[in-house]
């Protein structure tokens, strides 16, 4: 059965290329195409709440995966035309990589895949201001990749630590 959030995550597959492709032509056009993957992510969260689905681990795995590639095409692509340094790119990729490792791990172990917390979106806050700052080529660039790289790596210690935690109160 496909759901309408199912659909919304399935647009927002669809516009990676297109993502990647406008960072190196179109700085405007990029910022767009991410406004609609942001508010695809949105609606596609609120509507699984709204319409009770939001425990269907499918649409949750299916979400973060289509998250994980979105950010890891962004990367890419700013490391290629935007003067991103080729270690960020590594540390994205790392940490993209254990995060999908993980969620295939809770989701074959038929374990709840958390959403995101409030550290999470804080994480994401960071990651987007630094993709627009090296979109326009901003003099805070660099610093927001810090401030990213820190409050993701603040993020995922969280997620880590919430996942031992309940693990050992539901075994």
């Not at 993502?19 to 190196?24: A, E």
């Not at 890419?76 to 590594?90: C, D, S």
């Not at 940490?95 to 999908?100: A, K, Q, T, V």
Request: proline share 2%; hydrophobic share 60%.
């Amino acid at each position: 059965m496909i759901l309408i959030p199912d659909i919304l995550t399935t647009i927002r597959l669809v516009l990676v290329p297109f993502v990647f492709l406008s960072i190196s032509k179109n700085e405007i056009l990029t910022i767009i195409l991410l406004i609609i993957a942001l508010i695809t992510d949105i609606l596609d969260g609120f509507l699984s709440r709204k319409l009770k689905i939001q425990n269907r681990e499918f649409g949750k795995a299916y979400d973060h995966l289509v998250d994980k590639l979105l950010v890891f095409i962004i990367v890419y692509g700013l490391v290629i035309y935007k003067n991103l340094p080729n270690w960020a790119l590594l540390f994205f990729l790392i940490r993209e990589f254990i995060l999908i490792i993980g969620a295939v791990f809770l989701w074959f172990n038929r374990k709840k895949i958390e959403g995101s917390n409030i550290f999470g979106k804080i994480a994401g806050f960071f990651f987007y201001s630094m993709v627009i700052s090296y979109l326009f080529n901003f003099e805070l660039k660099f610093i927001l990749l810090i401030l990213s790289i820190i409050s993701s790596i603040l993020a995922f210690s969280i997620y880590v630590l919430r996942a031992i935690y309940f693990s050992n109160f539901q075994s």
